[in-house]
């Protein structure tokens, strides 16, 4: 790979070189040109350098701008989608998951962000719990408003489950 010889210069550059390194490797859409490459920007404003997801134990979650607000607190090694052009973040939306270490967020990963919270106690959030079911459904297809949980994000049992 054309980059990986100069891993140490890569870490050197600003948020406008880095952003225009990776707009140049992903021009012809193939993700695999910036495995091991720190452009990648994670929220709490770190470059990672992604790898396959073969590989890797672990993943980033990506998250739209919508979801920021919510789940930071949960999770500062996350990927601010909204960060990205428009065209990256699609296609890390469309192949992020199946090629590199990043997975979108899923009722599952809400449910993993919220059991770790010291809000909740131990096993209060499951996805199996007949609250979480309509929670995490109404987050998977967009019916449910995402801001709904903000207020609640810090107190005991925001969502109803089994004790």
Sequence with gaps: MLFQDHISQLDSLGTSDRALIMKFLLSNQNLMN??????VQLINGQYVA????ESSLMTHTM??????????????????LY???????????????????????????????????????KGS???SSNGFRHFGSGWATGQ???????PYASFTFCLPGTV
């Design 125 to 127: 959030v499951t996805p």
């Design 50 to 53: 992604l790898t396959s997801n």
């Design 144 to 150: 449910l408003e995402r801001g709904y949980i903000l």
């Design 63 to 80: 998250l739209d701008r919508r979801d920021i607000d919510v789940f930071v607190p949960f999770d500062e090694s996350a990927v601010a």
């Design 83 to 121: 960060m990205l052009r428009s065209q990256e973040a699609d296609l890390f939306r469309t192949g992020g998951e199946h090629i590199l270490n990043l997975r979108p967020l899923t009722p599952e990963r809400v449910v993993e962000y919220l059991s770790s919270s010291k809000a909740f106690k």
């Design 34 to 39: 910036i495995i091991r490459l720190p452009l």
